[in-house]
């Protein structure tokens, strides 16, 4: 009876066992040695000896399959050859190499400091051009335990004029909408994310925020309110320094420091367009039952 298959299968299983220790070489996986590795096998050796040599090649192959079972159980196993004949090494995603090494998200965590603490700071405040047309700055109102707060842009001139926020006609409008959702006016935490009015109203620059906001983010961490609804495109762009519009993201709760953040439409732009107060009451539906579903309300 011929030798040759029996030669053929063994060359085949030497190739496969090299290849192995190849690739485990590389991946720097040691300790896995050949038991038998031939280089100059003919057909005339005796059967005998060939079935020797193919039970403990394949046995020496089976050992390693295990070993990198065992020890590379994260490897993907979707795996495509790059070069015919030897798989490449595997990818791995970075975040498995060794565990999620992502810094955590940056929370807001409930401050010591009280509200009039922080006013104190702001104290008269000249920090940018705003002050010099201002006749009072309108600091932030309302329960200091508040599960709910709502933020505008800057203050208009009722707002100016009396040094509290939202109490011209979009702050009618906007007492009207926080009782629709089974709150009272004091209940809830109110401010903007400037202090002082804007010439004509026009929207605060980049930098006139940059002067408040911080205040803004001490009074959050002084109440740390569950919800934030913010009021209108440029509240919301300047809270959460995204670059989508109001249209866009409106209805849809998103993440500010561990705290969700409702994006709606401003009073003021419902008292111009009355068709979108559906969908601010649909937003703020949202809120009420989320802050219904946490329990936690406090009266």
């Not at 295990?66 to 020890?71: E, V």
């Not at 405040?125 to 335990?145: A, M």
């Not at 109001?246 to 705290?259: C, S």
């Amino acid at each position: 009876m011929s030798v040759e298959p029996v030669a053929n299968e063994l060359r085949s299983l030497i190739k496969q066992t090299k290849e192995q220790v190849s690739y485990f070489q590389e991946l720097g996986v040691s300790g896995i040695k050949l038991e038998a590795v031939l280089t100059n096998e003919t057909p005339e050796q005796p059967r005998s000896q060939l079935e020797r040599v193919v039970r403990q090649t394949s046995a020496t192959t089976e050992r390693g399959s295990l070993f990198a079972r065992s020890t590379l159980r994260r490897v993907p196993a979707e795996i495509t050859p790059e070069t015919p004949g030897k798989p490449p090494l595997p990818s791995l995603p970075q975040d498995d190499l060794f565990g999620d090494v992502r810094p955590p998200a940056e929370e807001i965590s409930r401050s010591g400091e009280s509200l009039e603490q922080i006013w104190a700071d702001i104290g008269d405040c000249i920090r940018c051009p705003l002050h010099q047309g201002r006749t009072h700055i309108v600091q932030t109102e309302g329960n200091r335990k508040a599960h709910l707060m709502f933020v505008g842009e800057a203050p208009g001139a009722d707002e100016d004029m009396q040094g509290r926020p939202f109490v011209g006609r979009a702050g009618q409008l906007l007492t009207k909408i926080i009782e629709s959702i089974g709150f009272k006016r004091e209940e809830v935490l109110i401010g903007n994310i400037n202090r002082c009015r804007p010439p004509g109203n026009r929207p605060p620059t980049l930098d006139e925020v940059a002067m408040c906001k911080p205040f803004l983010l001490r009074e959050i961490a002084s109440v740390r309110p569950e919800v934030i609804v913010v009021l209108g495109n440029t509240a919301m762009k300047n809270l959460l320094d995204v670059k989508e519009g109001i249209t866009k993201l409106r209805g849809i709760f998103q993440d500010y420091r561990g705290i969700k953040i409702m994006p709606t439409f401003h009073p003021a732009y419902l008292l111009r367009d009355p068709s979108k107060k559906r969908e601010t009451w649909e937003d703020l539906k949202k809120v009420r039952n989320y802050l219904d579903s946490t329990a936690k309300r406090e009266i």
